[in-house]
């Protein structure tokens, strides 16, 4: 099992960016398949970006590509998901979650960090 923490939300203005962080627990974090996910209010939680166990390969949401980037540190045990130029349709509370096989099914999951983008 795998413990999750997100950090590094916040509020910004549209156009800035804000980078967050997945701190995981454990030593086989390398094991995990990682993704960010996030609940917009009124909404249904959506998938943002994946990233494989070595971290060769990525997939995100139409919606973030371009602007998005999700990378891991598997020594740090930590996977980040740098955000630019934010777009106020980007307000949610953002997701971490790991995968113990592939990047379909995701079996653990953090509290979640809020970030906020004013107009």
């Known amino acids: 099992q795998v413990q999750l923490v997100e950090s590094g939300g916040g509020l910004v203005q549209a156009g800035g960016s804000l980078r967050l962080s997945c701190a995981a627990s454990?030593?086989?974090?390398?094991?995990?398949?990682m993704g960010w996910f996030r609940r917009a209010p009124g909404k249904e939680r959506e998938f943002v970006a994946a990233?494989?166990?070595?971290?060769?390969?990525?997939h995100y949401a139409d919606s973030v590509k371009g602007r998005f980037t999700i990378s891991r540190d598997n020594a740090k045990n930590t996977v980040y998901l740098q955000m630019n130029s934010l777009k106020p349709e980007d307000t949610a509370v953002y997701y971490c979650?790991?995968?113990?096989?592939?990047?379909?099914?995701?079996?653990?999951w953090g509290q979640g960090t809020q970030v906020t983008v004013s107009s």
């Open positions: 979650a790991a995968a113990r096989y592939g990047l379909n099914v995701f079996d653990y």
């Open positions: 454990g030593r086989t974090f390398s094991s995990y398949g």
């Open positions: 990233i494989s166990r070595d971290g060769g390969t990525t």
